[in-house]
């Protein structure tokens, strides 16, 4: 066979590969996309397995999830709009195609799905997500006195997810380490090491020897994450006594 001939014949058979090639990605593509759309649908279904299991699955797509979720976001069905928050929470910074429409969830007429939202923003973090967060911190103090356990404990793990731009919340978060709700509690200890609030210390340390372990069990990192020589004091003899 001729060299041009054989030049000729290997770029057609590579010609041809290429269009099988990026064929099978336009078919995987569109079942992605088909997967995707089939699964926010599933955030609304009446079987609460099927939901978490929606939820669960849009989140570990990242990014090519985004999308819908947005505007899953404004669904008229609450539960869509639950589940979709929740789902770009759990993402995080994959998520942050999803800042514009997690700040106008803010507004949302549900205090949980609020709550979410903000946690999501903090998780996220870009200058953008941040500044709002600013401004919505009263909100989620607010919330942390509100008659609804879900909503409490939502805020409590969004002022945590907010970490050191929560600080002025620490006052709040303290008051609620008396909160009749585990949930509440448990977030709460855990918002207030990621914040560093080093005068929650001494109710911090009431805590470690008063609570349930499943509450003082997280107060050890709380004190561990906040450092300074009363929490360190703290936490050393509660090891010895552990020992």
């Known amino acids: ?17 290429g269009v ?12 992605q996309d088909q997967e995707i759309q089939q699964l926010v649908r599933e955030l609304g279904d009446s079987d609460g397995m099927i939901r978490t299991y929606a939820t669960v699955s ?34 995080g910074e994959p998520a942050k195609l999803a800042v514009s429409a997690l700040i106008k969830t803010l507004n949302d007429e549900h205090k949980e799905i609020r709550a979410t939202a903000a946690g999501a923003l903090a998780k996220i973090g870009t200058p953008k997500a941040k500044q709002s967060l600013v401004e919505f911190v009263p909100t989620l103090i607010e919330s942390l006195s509100d008659k609804n356990a879900g909503v409490r404990v939502s805020a409590a793990r969004s002022l945590g997810e907010i970490g050191v731009t929560a600080k002025q919340a620490v006052p709040d978060l303290i008051k609620v380490l ?21 005068e929650a210390v001494p109710a911090l340390i009431k805590v470690l020897n008063n609570d349930i372990k499943a509450v003082s069990s ?26």
């Open 218 to 243: 997280l107060v050890a990192g709380a004190l561990e994450k906040i450092g300074t020589p009363e929490a360190k004091q703290a936490l050393q003899e509660y090891q010895a006594k552990s020992q």
């Open 20 to 31: 099988f090639i990026f064929g099978c990605s336009d078919e995987e593509q569109e079942t």
């Open 1 to 17: 066979m001729k060299p041009g001939l054989t030049v000729i014949i290997n770029l057609l058979l590579l010609l041809n590969l």
């Open 58 to 91: 849009l989140s570990k797509m990242g990014e090519p999830a985004v999308p819908a979720l947005i505007k899953a976001l404004s669904h008229q069905d609450v539960g869509v709009r639950w589940n979709a928050v929740v789902a770009l929470n759990m993402m």
């Open 178 to 198: 008396d909160d009749k709700d585990v949930g509440v509690r448990r977030n709460a200890v855990a918002a207030l090491g990621r914040i560093g609030a080093g």
